[in-house]
């Protein structure tokens, strides 16, 4: 397989702006990708720039229900506000739908052997269920992936790393009864954050059960313990899963300086997190990893 990476990028992504006074912004993704620029990473030959094309209906009723989708697409039109913190518009759909068709790209990507790892950039959508939103989220494109995946390109068993300083509930909910999707989820104490739930006790239901694995962490958790529970959770139940590919649904806001969480993770945990990840899928899944 190639050491090739792709990472998905399209301008149009600026349009996911939750407004002004909102925290999600629309100039996060290209101040990361002038970031990038400034490493010099955009410039690596094995480094693949895909600008991807949106996700179809098609895509989204493989997860979505669809009067949702077409609630969402109602909204946009009207420029309504699925609820306070999830506003709506035709350009904010526009985004969602490239994000969401990155994130398949990736996928594809990989399965086609164009590359070994591949990155959506402004992806993990995990706060929307197969009939509702939230969270800043209309579409889930962790799902839309997976079920894209399986539909077209024979893929089986999925293991979901969530990193996000919030508990998937959109993935988990979607995945609660199926044991083909390992949803493991590193998140800070529900009692403290959004979304309120993810305990230890939510374990997945009839043949879920035990294929939705949390892990809330106290605020203030840091590098070291946050890494110390990845290797003991993640690290084992990735072995003994063996997936066809891990998908990381990965989150800024793990990081000390995020105003949303208080994990307080450092750069240097992000690091070692994704190195991690990366050693982890080498030995389980021939490295491929979204
Ligand atoms: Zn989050």
Redesign the pocket.
């Known amino acids: 397989m190639s050491e090739k990476a792709i990472m998905t990028f399209h301008e149009k992504f600026k349009q996911y702006d939750l407004g002004k006074d909102h925290p999600f912004k629309g100039d996060r993704f290209e101040n990361a990708m002038r970031f990038f620029e400034s490493q010099g990473l955009l410039s690596l030959p094995e480094l693949m720039i895909v600008k991807p094309e949106p996700a179809s209906k098609e895509d989204l009723l493989r997860v979505h229900d669809r009067e949702y989708v077409h609630l969402i697409f109602r909204l946009a039109k009207e420029n309504r506000p699925y609820d306070f913190e999830t506003p709506v518009s035709q350009e904010i759909l526009e985004a969602a739908l490239l994000v969401v068709g990155g994130a398949i790209e990736c996928g594809e990507g990989v399965f086609e052997g164009k590359a070994k790892r591949a990155v959506s950039i402004g992806g993990g959508y995990h706060h929307a269920g197969r009939n509702y939103g939230g969270g800043f989220c209309l579409f889930n494109d962790v799902a839309i992936l997976i079920e894209f995946l399986r539909a077209n390109c024979g893929v089986k068993r999925f293991l979901v790393l969530d990193y996000?300083?919030?508990f998937g509930n959109g993935t988990s909910d979607i995945y609660y009864r199926d044991p083909s999707v390992l949803y493991i989820s590193l998140h800070q104490d529900p009692r403290t954050i959004y979304p309120g739930t993810g305990f230890v006790w939510q374990t997945g239901e009839s043949d879920g059960e035990g294929y939705n694995v949390n892990v809330p962490l106290p605020p203030r958790t840091g590098d070291a313990t946050y890494l110390h529970a990845l290797n003991e959770v993640f690290v084992p139940m990735a072995e003994e899963f063996k997936p066809d590919i891990i998908i990381a649904n990965g989150?800024s806001?793990s990081h000390f300086a995020d105003m949303?969480g208080n994990l307080g993770l450092t750069v240097n945990g992000f690091f070692e997190l994704s190195q991690l990840i990366r050693k982890t899928a080498e030995r389980v899944c021939e490295g491929r990893i979204v």
């Open positions: 996000d300083v919030h989150g806001d949303l």
